[in-house]
């Protein structure tokens, strides 16, 4: 196969988000064997030539699968697990064995990636509910899910990227794995195309998973944990999450249940005082699942969860779930602007908003329709600050920063307003024009900024100024010394209206 070929194939596989893309810098690895390094968006076209350098090795990229409309064409179930915990090869059979379309890859730090291709895109959203039930299918339901949203906050939104594979095609360590076997990047172009589903077919895929019957209707991370010893040091916490769920099925007969669950699923089974301690604490009213704790936050996966009869989203519960931000990014304006994902929906929200729980259940309701069920203040501010900690800060448009929010108004000034004849003039808010630099008083521009609900303090305007290369200098107007701003011909040039004859001005 031609190496344009095999190129344009790549790309048709792998094409999503076309305004950015992400690069990733490579460090050390760490104890646990993931590969460190620096993550950046780039927010600029994914062309052909970065295809083209991702595959020679001179520049990694890593794809944004959701595109502009919200759609698709490829998903990723991204396994974490390093120092040689995966064993690609058992995992491509155990997908054979369920007959998943589905591609094996090694990650950079030795994890799995689990690729979905189809031959035509479909909505972000279905993808996103498929591929987290299969991530539930094989074991691993805790993992992160790539679209990560159902759609985009905004024309601004970059979405979430992921690394792909066959960086330096020659010596790949992100490979794919075809019978057992790590495959060539040609090998793996046939492969994946093989596997290539259409639309009818993605939607025909059947996913129901064989669960015992005593789990019934359970949140998927109940089930993980059913079908592994629990042991000491995470069996009081997974009983009491049994027995939220034996609350919900079993109203009228729930402690005798979590009796079962206890000899069934924890190993030793806890003392019948250490049950009984659980079983007064769910007499209280405002029980949940503790989602964000251990040991079941390590297999949450909230997507399948909600749709389970006893899952976050059931309606046997007093209190309602809270609804927790699962990704971050900013955007550095002025105020910034944070785009947080919620049940796989990006929203754009303020500072306020993210900080304050009140805030952002208005948030919530005004954008998902939903109403968030509030927790511990304390708790809160520790899971934004958990999301802070790797938090994404991309770089704003020009156009949205105080400079170029303020460069956008000077030329507007510039151009509506008139040109003197005489220096004089300036002091009717009009702009003298000398050796191409345009002259106006500061005041009558923070007039104008004021109709335009733009004020700012006069230091802050002069300080935003003279970083976009503004001068000051003191002319003689009138009878008076004033303080003039000037700006250079960018903005100069910007001034072609006619001269206002001071002679012919009033009636």
């Not at 790539?146 to 759609?151: E, I, N, V």
């Not at 059931?314 to 955007?331: H, M, V």
């Not at 007039?447 to 305007?461: I, S």
Request: charged share 25%.
């Amino acid at each position: 196969m031609e190496k344009s070929v095999i190129l344009n194939k790549f790309i048709d596989l792998y094409t999503g988000l076309q305004r950015a893309h992400g690069t990733y810098t490579v460090g050390e690895k760490s104890a646990n064997g993931k590969v460190g390094g620096k993550a950046r968006t780039v927010q600029e076209e994914t062309t052909r030539e970065k295809y083209k350098n991702h595959l020679s090795g001179t520049h990694g990229i890593g794809i944004v699968p959701i595109r502009e409309d919200n759609s698709c064409s490829f998903g990723v179930i991204d396994i974490d697990e390093y120092n040689g915990t995966i064993n690609h090869a058992q995992l491509e059979k155990q997908c054979q064995e369920l007959n998943l379309p589905i591609v094996v890859c090694c990650s950079k730090s030795g994890g799995a990636h689990c690729y979905l291709f189809l031959t035509e895109p479909i909505p972000a959203g279905d993808m996103l509910d498929t591929m987290s039930t299969i991530a539930t299918l094989i074991g691993h339901p805790g993992v992160e899910i790539f679209p990560k949203q159902r759609s985009l906050a905004s024309d601004q939104d970059t979405g979430n990227w992921i690394n792909i594979p066959y960086f330096d095609w020659e010596f790949p360590t992100r490979h794919a794995f075809v019978n057992g076997e790590p495959a060539d990047l040609e090998q793996f172009i046939v492969h994946a195309e093989n596997m290539r589903v259409t639309p009818a077919e993605f939607h025909a895929l059947e996913l129901t998973p064989e669960v015992d019957d005593l789990l019934e209707g359970a949140p998927p991370c109940l089930i993980a944990l059913s079908q592994q010893t629990v042991s000491e040091g995470g069996r009081n916490n997974s009983l009491y999450n049994f027995g939220v769920y034996c609350k919900q099925r079993w109203p009228d007969d729930w402690e005798s249940k979590i009796g079962d669950f206890n000899s069934r699923f924890i190993e030793p089974s806890l003392l019948p005082a250490e049950v009984l301690n659980i079983s007064k604490s769910l007499r209280k009213k405002d029980y949940f699942y503790g989602c964000d704790g251990p040991p079941i936050k390590q297999f949450c996966n909230k997507t399948v969860c909600k749709k389970q009869k006893y899952g976050i989203g059931g309606e046997t519960f007093d209190s309602l779930p809270p609804l927790i931000p699962d990704s971050i990014q900013k955007i550095d304006t002025t105020p910034p602007i944070w785009i947080i994902g919620v049940e796989g929906i990006r929203i754009e929200c303020s500072s306020t908003q993210l900080l304050k729980q009140e805030h952002y259940q208005v948030l919530l309701m005004d954008k998902l329709n939903k109403i968030h069920g509030n927790i511990k203040p304390d708790k809160w501010r520790k899971i934004i600050a958990g999301l802070m900690s790797d938090v994404e800060v991309m770089p704003a448009p020009m156009e949205l920063t105080e400079t170029g929010k303020l460069g956008h108004h000077l030329e507007e000034y510039l151009q509506n307003r008139p040109k003197a004849r005489i220096i004089d003039g300036m002091d009717r808010g009009q702009i003298w024009v000398e050796n191409h630099k345009a002259h106006f008083l500061l005041n009558k521009f923070a007039e104008f900024l004021e109709t335009k609900r733009q004020a700012m303090p006069p230091e802050k305007l002069w300080s935003t100024l003279s970083k976009m290369g503004a001068e000051q200098k003191t002319l003689t107007i009138g009878d008076l010394e004033k303080g003039v701003c000037l700006v250079d011909e960018k903005f100069a040039r910007t001034i072609e209206l006619e001269v206002v004859d001071e002679d012919t001005r009033a009636f």
